[in-house]
């Protein structure tokens, strides 16, 4: 551990929120057809494809704003705020919005997902809630009951959470190698 300590490299704020934002946006256009494909092959939604592989502007703000929520909980505060500062400007930057609509988006839907997934603090779960809003999959349900409450299928969630994993961000590789320097 001592070892470890005294071994790990630094990282700025500014560089972390770089690698941050590609990695982000690597792993969505790389992960993306994937959780599109298997929610196409799904059995409890209705078959075919339920979401375009190519529509992934809303899974892209999913996994930014669950990305986001992780950052505020393994950051001290002070840092959490200037890295989320830097990320969103360096998003918003890199896929061309604003940044003041990308804070208000991002904003919204991370109230929006501790809402669905209140009481529970897990962003894995959160996102996949969220997923099933923003693309509006209850419609797609071949389960009546799950459809007309419009709450996701539990094996569809399940499938879905495990998926989500893969989209969040390794803080506990990163603190195990680095240390951030302002």
């Given amino acids: 551990m001592i070892g470890t300590l005294f071994g790990r490299k630094k990282m700025g704020e500014e560089r972390l929120a770089n690698v941050l934002v590609n990695a982000l946006l690597e792993m969505v256009e790389q992960g993306f057809p994937d959780v ?14 339920v979401i375009d592989p190519a529509d ?3 899974f892209l703000m999913i996994v930014l704003a669950g990305n986001l929520l992780e950052l505020d909980r393994q950051l001290p505060s002070g840092p959490d705020r200037r890295i989320t500062a830097l ?6 930057q890199a896929t061309g919005v604003q ?17 669905l997934n209140h009481p529970s603090k897990n962003t894995v779960y959160a996102m996949s809630r969220a997923l099933f809003h923003q693309y509006d999959l209850f419609g797609h349900q071949t389960d009546e009951y799950f459809r007309d409450k419009r709450e996701p299928h539990p094996v569809t969630l399940k499938r879905l959470n495990g998926l989500m994993g893969f989209f969040l961000w390794d803080w ?9 320097a302002p």
């Fill in 36 to 49: 599109a494909a298997e929610l196409g092959e799904s059995p409890e939604l209705d078959g075919g494809q």
């Fill in 56 to 58: 992934d502007g809303a």
């Fill in 87 to 92: 990320t969103l400007s360096k998003f918003a």
């Fill in 99 to 115: 940044t003041s609509d990308l804070e208000r988006e991002v904003g919204m839907l991370k109230a929006m997902m501790a809402r």
């Fill in 172 to 180: 506990e590789n990163f603190h195990e190698h680095y240390r951030i």
